[in-house]
T-cell receptor, first 116, second 114 residues
Framework: DSGVTQTPKHLITATGQRVTLRCSPRSGDLSVYWYQQSLDQGLQFLIQYYNGEERAKGNILERFSAQQFPDLHSELNLSSLELGDSALYFC???????????????FGPGTRLTVL | GENVEQHPSTLSVQEGDSAVIKCTYSDSASNYFPWYKQELGKGPQLIIDIRSNVGEKKDQRIAVTLNKTAKHFSLHITETQPEDSAVYFCAASSLSGGYNKLIFGAGTRLAVHP
């Protein structure tokens, strides 16, 4: 158990809908990262937050957004869902903002999103 | 852009044999190289990592080697066991916009047969 929690575990929805995925980082970790893992593919970095502020962006679609709250939990919002958005979404956390020094990222169990 | 290539995509070994997975990265500024193991239905779990100031690191049956000149690093698993069966991902840090992010390889599916 990494200490990172994600809810829900599974989510089934229809095209065009909007969903929110939730992540709670490990105790003491200030950075949260979101990744997408499509079928038989690697992990694609979406976005990183540190202590409530956005720090880095990856291949995140404009239909997707995220935020980190004062209690450090984070939410990933996916809107106008398409079939191709079906994937595993992982949250990871680390202690530092990952500037020049990259610290270890610990992954949660993921949320499996199915868009029908 | 930054890229990490991982080989092989699948690997099948007999229990007790060794397994080697290789990765090549493109960003010469990369300084952190973790390896993750992902079992079915679970999130990636860090199994070992190495930083650019070290050439080799070992933890029981697992070792990682880094060749900065050639920009490649490898995972070595000795005396494999059936519970080692999983997908393994390598990653390399890449500096972008002043912040390091991890670039992951496509993964290697390892099967250890009893």
């Amino acid at each position: 158990d990494s200490g990172v929690t994600q809810t829900p575990k599974h989510l089934i929805t229809a095209t065009g809908q909007r969903v929110t995925l939730r992540c709670s980082p490990r105790s003491g970790d200030l950075s949260v990262y979101w990744y997408q893992q499509s079928l038989d593919q690697g992990l694609q970095f979406l976005i990183q937050y540190y202590n409530g502020e956005e720090r880095a962006k990856g291949n995140i679609l404009e239909r997707f957004s995220a935020q980190q709250f004062p209690d450090l939990h984070s939410e990933l919002n996916l809107s106008s869902l398409e079939l191709g958005d079906s994937a595993l979404y992982f949250c990871a956390s680390s202690v530092a903002p990952a500037g020049g020094f990259t610290d270890t990222q610990y992954f949660g169990p993921g949320t499996r999103l199915t868009v029908l | 852009g930054e890229n990490v290539e991982q080989h092989p995509s699948t690997l099948s070994v007999q229990e007790g044999d060794s397994a080697v997975i290789k990765c090549t990265y493109s960003d010469s500024a990369s300084n952190y190289f973790p390896w993750y193991k992902q079992e079915l239905g679970k999130g990636p779990q860090l199994i070992i990592d190495i930083r650019s100031n070290v050439g080799e690191k070992k933890d029981q049956r697992i070792a990682v080697t880094l060749n900065k000149t050639a920009k490649h690093f490898s995972l070595h698993i000795t005396e494999t066991q059936p519970e080692d069966s999983a997908v393994y991902f390598c990653a390399a840090s890449s500096l972008s916009g002043g912040y390091n992010k991890l670039i992951f390889g496509a993964g290697t599916r390892l099967a250890v047969h009893p």
